[in-house]
């Protein structure tokens, strides 16, 4: 099992760029989770998935932010455009059902914005 | 929604004491109550986790206790080592309500095990 798998490790942009991370969650997980760490707010859900579709994205900061799931192997959380405040970790998690197990958290992805 | 509490917010410890973490949560809809370890630069990791429908859970060094009623549930680490040396969250996982699926964490403890 390759756990859940994100790309890229690190990202340092410019402020107004677009910034895009990918997410390949664990093969037969149909949740998926977006999640920002900071050390002011801890760890934030952004937005999550059941089955493909967006359950709950009041977590989204702003418009600026945007997430997709176009099938059960992939994700994306784009920005833009980017700012400084966005600098984070961001994290992918997967589970199987939104009923408790897990999830289990990718790597992260530890974004810099200039 | 759902609103998670952690304590304390950093904690040291000699090695071989036992370390306790404790947390609240405030939707009675929450029925799942997973752990994380969180090394440095790496993903949080579960550890272990507790559903509502049980009071204790135990694993090894590492056990887990769950007061329904009262809302709140706690990590309990003994002989501690070294290596537990990480930062620690809890999580509540409602399974209805308005909050459904809405995995919320708290604040996270540092702990420190000193050799």
């Known amino acids: 099992d390759a756990g859940v798998i994100q790309s890229p490790r690190h990202e340092v942009t410019e402020m107004g760029q677009e910034v895009t991370l990918r997410c390949k969650p664990i093969?037969?997980?149909?949740?998926l989770f977006w999640y920002r760490q900071t050390m002011m707010r801890g760890l934030e859900l952004l937005i999550y998935?059941?089955?493909?579709?967006?359950?709950?994205d009041s977590g989204m900061p702003e418009d600026r932010f945007s997430a997709k799931m176009p099938n059960a192997s992939f994700s994306t959380l784009k920005i833009q455009p980017s700012e400084p405040r966005d600098s984070a970790v961001y994290f992918c998690?997967?589970?199987?059902?939104?009923?408790?197990?897990?999830?289990?958290f990718g790597p992260g992805t530890r974004l810099l914005v200039l | 929604g759902e609103n998670v509490e952690q304590h304390p917010s950093t904690l040291s410890v000699q090695e071989g004491d036992s370390a306790v973490i404790k947390c609240t949560y405030s939707?009675?809809?929450?029925?799942?109550f997973p752990w994380y370890k969180q090394e440095l630069g790496k993903g949080p990791q579960l550890i272990i986790d507790?559903?509502?429908?049980?009071g204790e859970k135990k694993d090894q060094r590492i056990a887990v206790t769950l007061n329904k009623t009262a809302k709140h549930f706690s990590l309990h680490i003994t002989e501690t080592q070294p290596e537990d040396s990480a930062v620690y969250f809890c999580?509540?996982?409602?399974?209805?309500?308005?909050?459904?699926?809405?995995?919320?964490f708290g604040q996270g403890t540092i702990l420190t095990v000193h050799p």
């Open positions: 998690a997967s589970s199987l059902g939104l009923a408790g197990g897990g999830p289990n």
């Open positions: 093969s037969g997980h149909n949740s």
């Open positions: 998935f059941n089955n493909n579709v967006p359950i709950d």
């Open positions: 939707d009675s809809a929450s029925n799942y």
């Open positions: 507790i559903r509502s429908n049980v």
């Open positions: 999580a509540a996982w409602p399974a209805g309500g308005t909050s459904y699926g809405k995995l919320t």
